[in-house]
């Protein structure tokens, strides 16, 4: 096996801790020896052992002098887990092969520094690119603190997102529609308005065995949320956290209804209002804290305007279905007055184009943001 196929091994690794290592990175790693693989890991689950452990303990014999492949330069600090390092030098590894440098302070730089003071050969930034690709969402939160955001909407060819009468299921097919779940467990947090709640009564939840759940995240300005909803019904299993105006705690009203939704089992957070609702900016700091590094936006027309106004989306996915609606009353995907001038758009960069059987799917990095894909 050429050594690029073992790096390619280690990225195909890490991809099958998708969902499960946030805030984590994704990570793999593989053994080496005389030329063949002995032993290969990833990074499965936050808070468990990281891929080089994962990789080592995998080893069919005895790894010393062996070169090991990994993703991401190895950690250097205790956190969950002790320091990779320490085990790359314990088990008397010769040489390490690091894909992507760690953003991360506690790293950046020392773990590959520290392999090196011990005699261990490193060389950096092999296959860089294709490394980097694996945690745009990782690099984005661990430097900012703040979730990396993706926004998602499907519409027609003529840029219709419902009928004029609203009806909108089903504008893509069934391959694109699973596409969707597989986004759902990939990212921490799915959030959607209230117009989407009343207007659908959706789970949001992620509909493949044994994929990750997603935190439900409402913006409810006013606490509208029915308690009969599929979302409020369900909020024992699945999580959910509704986000409403400070303004509405403070009417008896307002209390009385978070105390209710509370004990249906959801998280209610008040935050100061902003153009008529839940500052944007204040909850992504707010979600950040609570350790969710990524957040897919998954709102109707006004909260499309909302995010995209408030700067704090990354990524974009639209799905186009080859179907044409017509109707200046039909909805599209971003709704609101609309800017003034061309050159006071959203700007966006091309980041890869995919067939869905007769759908596609086009994803884009927002200018100024990462030029990593997240696939």
């Known amino acids: 096996m050429a050594e690029e196929q073992f790096m390619k091994r280690a990225i195909e690794l890490a991809k099958q801790g998708v969902g499960w290592t946030a805030p984590n990175p994704l990570v793999g790693a593989v053994v080496v020896k005389n030329g063949r693989v002995i032993g290969e890991g990833y990074h499965r689950k936050y808070g468990e052992l990281h891929a080089e452990r994962n990789a080592l303990a995998a080893c069919t014999e005895d790894p010393a002098g ?8 190895p950690c250097c600090h205790y956190g969950k887990t002790p320091p990779c390092t320490e085990i790359i030098i314990e088990k008397k590894i010769a040489k390490v092969v690091i894909g992507s440098r760690d953003p991360n302070p506690k790293v950046a730089g020392k773990g590959a520094r520290i392999l090196r003071e011990h005699g261990i050969n490193v060389v950096e930034d092999y ?11 990782f690099f984005h939160y661990i430097t900012t603190k703040t979730p990396y955001v993706v926004l998602k909407f499907a519409m027609t060819l003529d840029g219709k997102i419902a009928t004029r009468t609203g009806a909108s299921k089903w504008i893509t097919g069934e391959a694109a529609r699973n596409h969707v779940h597989q986004l759902r467990g990939r990212y921490a947090g799915i959030l959607a308005g209230i117009g989407t709640v ?21 913006l409810d300005s006013h606490l ?3 308690m009969g909803s599929r979302l409020v019904r369900s909020a024992k299993e699945y999580p959910l956290l509704i986000v409403c105006n400070e303004s509405t705690r403070d009417r008896e009203e307002g209390t009385n209804r978070i105390q209710k939704l509370e004990e249906a089992g ?12 839940p500052d944007l900016n204040v909850l992504m700091q707010r979600l950040g804290e609570e350790k969710i590094d990524s957040v897919l936006i998954e709102g109707g027309g006004t909260v499309n305007e909302a995010v995209l106004k408030a700067h704090i989306v ?13 109707g200046e009353d039909a909805k599209t995907p971003v709704e609101g007055s609309g800017i003034r001038l061309p050159q006071e758009c959203a700007k966006l960069r091309l980041a890869k184009i995919t067939v869905l059987l007769n759908d596609m799917l086009l994803e884009y990095d927002v200018e100024g943001e990462t030029e990593c894909s997240p696939e």
């Open 66 to 73: 062996a070169t090991l492949y990994v993703t991401l330069e």
């Open 127 to 137: 296959m860089r690119e294709a490394c980097d690709a694996l945690n745009p969402v």
């Open 198 to 218: 009343l207007a659908d009564d959706p789970m949001l939840n992620c509909r493949i065995d044994g994929a990750h759940q997603p935190l439900r995240i409402i």
């Open 224 to 226: 509208r949320i029915p």
């Open 266 to 277: 959801a998280k209610v957070w008040t935050l100061p209002e902003k153009n008529g609702h």
């Open 314 to 326: 990354h990524h974009v996915y639209a799905y186009i279905a080859p179907k044409i609606f017509g």
